[in-house]
């Protein structure tokens, strides 16, 4: 009968610690989200890799984001996303190709800033995970478990840097192996942006095609 004391006690102090750490994680991704929204403008560059061994998958990329409330403009592997508030522009110079389409706030699939920085907001367990020092800096990962089962994603660390609380990178595994990181190699906010940054000018493109999906 002792023993059997003795386990539970073990296991209610073992979830209660567990809600302690799962409430410190979620408490500071809030603080990271709150510091980031105060920023009248964010500047990011990064660099994108992913991995397969069993698919022998090995790629590595460079680009960079800037973010104001919604609006961005993406840059990666050759393609310029943008996005003014109203529409999505896809510019592909190789293909001389723009595509075109409404936002669609109720679709899942509408990608913006704010979804970025509140994806974890929802739909995942969170855990207090490794803190490691990276040149200096301090980086305590966060980590985060789907809590649906169709989720193709296995697990997500989120690493942050405990002084600035900004992302530093952010780890994804999906169940099939294939791990993909993302790491911001600059972070800069309140940069002084042309008001026209967020604008397609359709007369930049002359030879362009120009496919309006809406």
Do not use: C
């Not at 006690?9 to 410190?24: I, P, R």
């Not at 190699?185 to 008001?195: D, E, H, L, M, V």
């Amino acid at each position: 009968m002792r023993t059997f004391f003795q386990f539970i006690t073990l296991l209610f102090f073992g979830l209660t610690l567990q809600a302690q750490e799962a409430k410190k994680a979620k408490d500071l991704l809030d603080e990271v989200y709150t510091k980031a929204k105060s920023y009248d403008n964010i500047v990011i560059d990064f660099r994108f890799t992913l991995q397969n061994t069993k698919q022998n998958q090995d790629q590595d990329s460079k680009g960079n984001v800037t973010l104001k409330g919604n609006l961005f403009v993406l840059n990666f592997m050759g393609v310029t996303k943008m996005f003014d508030g109203k529409k999505n522009y896809t510019i592909i110079p190789e293909d001389e190709e723009i595509t075109v389409s409404k936002y669609d706030e109720n679709d899942e699939n509408s990608i913006t800033p704010s979804k970025i920085l509140t994806f974890f907001n929802s739909g995942y367990k969170y855990a207090w995970d490794k803190l490691l020092n990276i040149r200096g800096r301090k980086i305590q990962y966060i980590k985060l478990t789907p809590l649906s089962a169709k989720d193709k994603t296995k697990e997500i660390y989120l690493g942050i840097d405990t002084q600035t609380k900004h992302i530093y990178n952010k780890i994804e595994i999906a169940k099939d192996g294939t791990k993909t990181t993302l790491t911001v190699n600059s972070f800069k906010t309140n940069q002084p942006i042309s008001k026209n940054h967020f604008t397609f000018t359709e007369s930049k493109y002359p030879n362009y095609y120009i496919n309006k999906l809406d």
